[in-house]
């Protein structure tokens, strides 16, 4: 691992740096780490910001849609002037301006078993931001099949959820947590509305559950669930196990 920081990236993480649970060693981490964002959007944007301004060297995002002017409530990396454009592309640009440091890589398409089965071997851990149950069995799937970290992030309304999925290590995957999520429709962000600073608070709890996992901080190897309420103003969780009845094979990484 390369320790040697120039002296714009030593001022740039200096507060980093100072902090002896990251220090040296765990910016270097970041600076080598590869993480793959499924969706620029509400839990999107305030994660790939985060991501990219505490330097994460290389970050991926997949989303096929674009901007539109009802994602300026809660899209946050996005403005008047991006209307009408590719989400990646919009995106790409505002990070490369955050930190151009970073190497960002943009796909303008869907998350499907096909595209995810290219795209998630070439990174070392995958978030999924969206908003409907086929993705995010799709994204959890390809997690298994692939062996990778999965930071998985939801909101509806006023409230929050959040888990760190890692199937390589035996441990539940997204199915596991929803066995009948298959059969049913999670309503969106359009249908049900939501507040926007909530999926700001999700995206950025999300991006700390990713740099806990690149730096390799103790004290959360089980899954646990978090459960966020902004109208109670209560963060709740529980520990989640592997349902023996799942359709995905962990040891194998392959559907059963």
């Known amino acids: 691992m390369d320790m040697n920081f120039s002296d714009r990236e030593l001022e740039r993480y200096s507060r980093h740096i100072l902090l002896p649970q990251v220090g040296a060693t765990g910016q270097a981490r970041l600076r080598e780490a590869a993480v793959l964002v499924i ?9 790939l910001q985060q991501l990219a301004a505490s330097g994460v060297g290389h970050i991926g995002l997949v989303d096929h849609d674009r901007v539109d002017l009802s994602n300026l409530q809660r899209q946050v990396l ?6 009408g454009c590719l989400k990646v592309e919009a995106a790409a640009a505002r990070l490369r ?9 943009p796909y303008a398409l869907r998350a499907t078993d096909m595209t995810l089965d290219e795209i998630v071997p070439q990174y070392d851990l995958v978030c999924d931001g969206t908003d409907n149950f086929a993705t995010r069995l799709a994204v959890s799937d390809a997690c298994v099949r692939h062996g990778r970290s999965l ?14 999925f890692r199937p390589q290590n035996g441990g539940p995957c997204y199915r596991c947590l929803f066995p009948e999520a298959a059969r049913t429709a999670a309503p969106n962000c359009g249908d049900a509305g939501v ?3 909530a999926t700001g608070v999700m995206g950025s709890l999300m991006a700390v559950e990713v740099m806990r996992e690149i730096i390799g901080l103790e004290g959360r190897d089980e899954t646990r669930v978090c459960m966020w309420d902004a109208l109670a103003g209560t963060l ?3 520990v989640l196990h592997r349902d023996p009845a799942c359709t995905i094979h962990h040891e194998k990484g392959v559907l059963a």
């Open 78 to 83: 996005y403005g008047m002037d991006d209307i």
């Open 195 to 197: 507040l926007g600073a």
């Open 151 to 164: 930071v998985s992030g939801a909101v509806q309304g006023f409230s929050g959820q959040l888990a760190v």
């Open 97 to 105: 301006a955050i930190n151009p440091l970073v190497d960002i890589r």
């Open 236 to 238: 709740q969780s529980f």
């Open 39 to 47: 969706g620029a959007g509400g839990l999107g944007a305030p994660l």
